[in-house]
Structures are given as C-alpha cells and as structure tokens.
C-alpha cells in the first residue's frame, strides 16, 4: 500500500487551488456519515485525530435516535468521540473537481465507540487472521436498480410507479449497455479514478438493474472500495439524473439484489493461494474446507451481520436467486456457499447470502471470523449439495426474519466469542430497533387486505 505523503498532498492542494477535504465514517448501517473540512483543519487532524459525534452509532438510517443503545444515547449527552484519519485511504474525488477524500474510523484508546466501530472491528479480524498465518483477499460485487428519478420525484410519487431507467428485463444486454454508454463509461472511468477499480459492469435481468463486480484486494481495502462503491455511485448516477437504489428486494415481482462475498487465504511469504490443492480431485484444500464449515455452522448465529434489514429477508425467499438453505455446492448457484476452484490464483468461496443493502464491513467481517472459526475448530464440511439447494433440509435453513436471526445472535456464546459482547450488544441492540420500528407500521398491504373485507 502506498505511503501518504504529506509533501505531494500540500503540492497537490495548492496547485490545484483546493481548500477543503471530505472525510467520511462507516455508520452501523453502512451509510458513510462524513464532512468536508478544510485543508489546515485536515493536516491537524491527521497527525492527532479528530472529535466526531457519536450519534453515529446512536441512531438508525433515518437519523432516529436508538432507546436501547448503552454505548451513546440522551444519558450521555452525544459527545465527540476521537476518530482517527486513515492516511492510507487516500484518494480524490473525479467528479468534485479532485477534492481529497480519506475514510476514518475510531480506532484508538481514545474512543469510546472503538467497540462499535465496523470498520475497527473487521481491522481486528483482519489481525485476528494474519496472527494465524493467512492473508484474507476478498472482494464484493453488487447488483442494483436505477431509476430516472431524484429524491424529490420518488417523494412526490410515493415511491409507487418509479420510471426505471432502462425497460424490461434484459440481463446482459449489449445494446443497453450501448445506448447509456456515457453513463457506463462515468462508472467505469471515475470509479478507478477514485480507487475503486471495476473489472465487470452490465445489465442484470430486471427494469434498469446493473450489476458491478470490484476487483479484489486485501479485506479491509476490499471493504473500504465497497462501502464507497455505493455512495460513489448514487453521487455519480445522480449527474445523469439516474437515482440508484441498493435495497435488497424493491419488489415481490422482481429479482432481488445481492452483494456476494468472495474470498480467499494466502500464504504471505510463498505468495499462494491456500484455498487451492492441486493434487484434489476437486482442486479444493483441506484449509478451505475448514473455511466453509466454519461459515455454514456459524451463519444462523451471525445472520444479521449479513442481512441486516427488513428488506433482507424479502430476498432470501426460495426459487430469487438467494439461499434458504445451509448448503455448499461446486460452481452452484442455489446454495449458501458457491465453491469456484477455478485455478492457484482464482481459487475462491463466494458466500452468496448478502444482499446489496449490507454494510460490507460487517459481511466481511462475519465470513472471514467464521472461517477462520472453522479452521481453528478444525470442522468437517458436510457434503457438497448437487442440485437444488432449495431442497436441501437435512443440514438446516436460515432463519426466516430479522427478528429470529437477531435473537440466535444475542443469545448465541460463538457471537460474543468471535465479535465481542459489547459489539454483539449494541449491534443486536440496533437490530431489535429496526424491528420494531418496522412493526408499528401499517402497510399498504394490510389496506389491501383488510380494508373492505375484514
């Protein structure tokens, strides 16, 4: 990774005639929370941290404060907590004129939500990791709807009869992709300008969806490159008067979205791909095969962390392209866990049960600690499912909503083993929140249902 260098920055501002810089935090929900701040505020900043809010980790994706939160809340008074600039990070923003852009996160003694921080917690488990001998490399792809819309017009229409931004379903579709070239190639373009390099972007089946697939990199960049794709995006689109939308499922007559995770451990000093056995029948190692034991058995324990909306779980329903089952499979699409053995450097696990609305530091973080479970514990794997994984019962299914899976979390010993109780706390704590805010509500289909009839 390449060393920050003070000198060429202040180089850079000036003769560029920049005077601000936007830093960012990763809230619970993956929503980044950041400021712009100017250049002599950001070099004292970098060398001593900085004092933020820790309503960030107080309130919901709506800006509602949590009742139930012990780290921060109204018995605290909201103070600043110290985050900490993350030089490393470093990049400019293409499409606001260049502006310097760095993530931090609050990991340091200093601060009271180190704890609660995803992205210090994934930092952890990354170290939790490489004390074992291995180096994580992963990456994300996500699929999404856009619509030509703004956050005005989706108000105004009720977020009922959106016009997408491409019609019907036409999944891989060149003359799509052809007839938005300058939309594709903004994506394409300014995304590597900002270090968020895309090796694949098309059209997936559904009104306007697109589908994009980041290359891989160590965890917490991966992590880092996927929390900024989709703010990148909604800030790109929104030029092209394009409103992009990462919920896991928009409609119960359409596909879902997913965020699959892929995944791999290599071997620092040999440079080799430790998933990979060349002498297999499969090609799969005995250390993978640890991995994905340690993902199956952990899952219902740690689902929120990959699913953690309501929305999710309008995704994971049978025959949507997203797992029910506790499953693994070669190259098969209809199970938790897809093994691609495909060579000593493509060797890899996509975990196919996140959707596009996750926060990526906590996916990333819940598949590698489980993993890395599975090897520790040494777990056999379970037979490799051929078929369909939707049939697949004997191993076990996930749980069915987010209030079951956020109970198997609280009260379950290998969460707090491999997370820690104050995090598994607060987090479940949010989970239960989104729930329940989720149940005072009457819904359109409730009218439906029971106005005239009942």
């Known amino acids: 990774m ?5 000198q060429s920055f202040l180089d850079y501002v000036e003769e560029n005639g920049i005077s601000r810089v936007r830093v960012s935090v990763c809230d619970i929900d993956g929503v980044l929370r950041g400021k712009f701040i100017s250049v002599d505020k950001f070099l004292g900043a970098a060398e001593k941290g900085f004092g933020f809010c820790d309503v960030v980790f107080g309130w919901d994706s709506s800006d509602i404060a949590y009742d139930n939160s012990k780290v921060t809340g109204w018995h ?5 907590s110290k985050a900490v600039i993350d030089l490393s990070t470093y990049r400019n923003i293409p ?13 340091t003694d200093g601060s009271t939500m180190k704890s609660v921080c995803p992205r210090t917690l994934l930092k952890n488990i990354e170290i939790r990791a490489e004390n074992m001998g291995f180096i994580p490399y ?5 699929e999404w709807f856009n619509f030509k819309e703004n956050p005005d017009s989706i108000v105004e229409k009720g977020y009922k009869n959106l016009t997408p931004f491409t019609p019907g379903m036409f999944g891989y579709s060149i003359v799509r992709a052809s007839q938005n070239d300058e939309f594709f190639r903004a994506l394409f373009d300014d ?7 895309v090796e694949g972007l098309h059209t997936e089946t559904g009104p306007g969806v697109l589908e994009a697939a980041i290359t891989y990199d160590r965890v917490l960049v991966s992590a880092d490159r996927a929390a900024l794709f989709k703010t990148s995006v909604k800030e790109i689109a929104a030029q092209f008067g394009v409103m992009p939308t990462f919920m896991a499922k928009i409609s119960e007559n359409l596909p879902g979205c997913s965020g699959h995770v892929h995944q791999s451990l290599w071997d620092e000093y040999n440079k080799t791909n430790l998933f990979w056995d060349k002498n297999a029948s499969d090609g799969i190692s005995n250390l993978m095969k640890n991995y994905m034991a340690g993902q199956l058995y952990c899952l219902p324990h740690i689902l929120p962390m990959l699913a953690p909306t309501i929305n999710s779980y309008k995704r994971l329903v049978e025959g949507a392209w997203a ?5 693994w499979g070669l190259d098969n699409r209809t199970t938790a866990l897809r093994a691609l053995p495909v060579d000593s450097k493509a060797c890899r696990l996509e975990t196919r049960v996140p959707g596009s609305d996750v926060n990526s530091y906590l996916a990333m973080a819940a598949c590698l600690a489980a993993g890395l479970y599975g090897i520790k514990n040494n777990l056999p794997l379970q037979p490799a499912t051929t078929g369909n994984g939707y049939k697949e019962l004997a191993y076990g299914k996930l749980p069915a909503d987010l209030w079951e899976a956020t109970q198997n979390m609280k009260n379950s010993e290998i969460a707090h083993e491999l997370f820690g109780s104050e995090f598994v706390n607060h987090f479940t704590g949010t989970r239960e929140w989104e729930w329940n805010q989720y149940t005072k509500v009457v819904t359109d289909w409730e009218y439906k249902r029971y106005f005239e009839i009942i």
């Open 138 to 142: 992963f990456s994300q792809e996500f």
């Open 323 to 327: 797992p029910t089952t506790l499953t």
């Open 95 to 107: 499409w606001l004129d260049g502006t310097p852009f760095f993530i931090a996160d609050f990991d």
């Open 2 to 6: 390449k060393k920050f260098d003070i």
């Open 191 to 197: 995304l590597s300008d900002f270090n968020i390099p």
């Open 76 to 80: 605290t008074g909201y103070p600043d």
